[in-house]
């Protein structure tokens, strides 16, 4: 039970569902109540898909590229910080779509919410997720590990809901909308350098 306690808290900590309600608020903006529920559903299932690779078969996977989990937390936090600049010039916001004429295309809506997924599943949460499971491992199923994707992505998926359902009609992404996404990207980039910084220590001093 204390391994289980253990790893929801540390993929709480990582994936951050509070970080994650903000970013979708600010990415979906210009979409109506319903495009957004499907959008949060659709973020959370991609999310679980890859912790659970991540859980099961992660360890192996970078052992068949001989890719040591610093380096991966080294060119991840590279590929956030790029998307935290992204998010920072607001390109999103400044070509959003007219809502009168937004067609609800669904790989679009995984296109805007690229940054918010990648937030979610980063290198820091997937280093996590495989550290867990490898070190709580029974018979071959990490269940701690599994048990904190389920709880922490559940909690996400509601509080990502409840952002959803708070539009009340497809206005245009105002200012608010336009500051929360830059501030966001701002977080992410701080985070994409803390992974990098952090895997390049742990790499050096190894």
Same mark, same amino acid.
């Given at each position: 039970?204390?391994?289980?306690?253990? *790893?929801?808290?540390?993929?709480?900590?990582?994936?951050?569902?509070?970080?994650?309600?903000? !970013? #979708?608020?600010? /990415?979906?903006?210009?979409?109506?109540?319903?495009?957004?529920?499907?959008?949060?559903?659709?973020?959370?299932?991609? $999310?679980?898909?890859?912790?659970?690779?991540?859980?099961?078969?992660?360890?192996?996977?970078?052992? $068949?590229?001989?890719?040591?989990?610093?380096?991966?937390?080294?060119?991840?936090?590279?590929?956030?910080? #790029?998307?935290? #600049?992204?998010?920072?010039?607001?390109?999103?916001?400044?070509?959003?779509?007219?809502?009168?004429?937004?067609?609800?295309?669904?790989?679009?809506?995984? *296109?805007?919410?690229?940054?918010?997924? /990648? #937030?979610?599943?980063?290198?820091?949460? $997937?280093?996590?997720?495989?550290?867990?499971?490898?070190?709580?491992?029974?018979?071959?199923?990490?269940?701690?590990?599994?048990?904190?994707?389920?709880?922490?992505?559940?909690?996400?998926?509601? /509080?990502? /809901?409840?952002?959803?359902?708070?539009?009340?009609?497809?206005?245009?992404?105002?200012?608010?909308?336009?500051?929360?996404?830059?501030? !966001?990207?701002?977080?992410?980039?701080?985070?994409?350098?803390?992974?990098?910084?952090?895997?390049?220590?742990?790499? !050096?001093?190894?």
């Amino acid at each position: 039970m204390e391994d289980h306690l253990q *790893a929801i808290v540390t993929l709480f900590s990582l994936v951050n569902p509070m970080v994650c309600a903000m !970013m #979708f608020t600010g /990415l979906t903006a210009g979409r109506t109540g319903a495009q957004r529920v499907s959008d949060a559903t659709r973020a959370i299932l991609t $999310i679980a898909v890859v912790l659970t690779i991540a859980a099961l078969a992660g360890a192996r996977i970078l052992d $068949i590229f001989g890719i040591p989990l610093d380096v991966f937390s080294v060119a991840g936090g590279i590929v956030l910080s #790029f998307i935290g #600049f992204t998010m920072l010039s607001g390109s999103r916001s400044d070509n959003a779509p007219d809502p009168a004429t937004q067609n609800p295309d669904p790989s679009a809506a995984g *296109a805007a919410l690229a940054p918010m997924i /990648l #937030f979610a599943a980063s290198p820091g949460t $997937i280093t996590g997720v495989i550290t867990i499971a490898a070190a709580h491992s029974r018979r071959g199923i990490p269940l701690p590990a599994l048990t904190g994707i389920c709880v922490v992505l559940a909690i996400t998926w509601v /509080l990502l /809901l409840l952002v959803a359902r708070r539009s009340k009609s497809p206005k245009g992404p105002s200012l608010a909308h336009d500051m929360v996404t830059r501030y !966001m990207g701002l977080i992410v980039i701080a985070m994409g350098i803390k992974f990098a910084l952090t895997g390049y220590k742990a790499f !050096m001093t190894g």
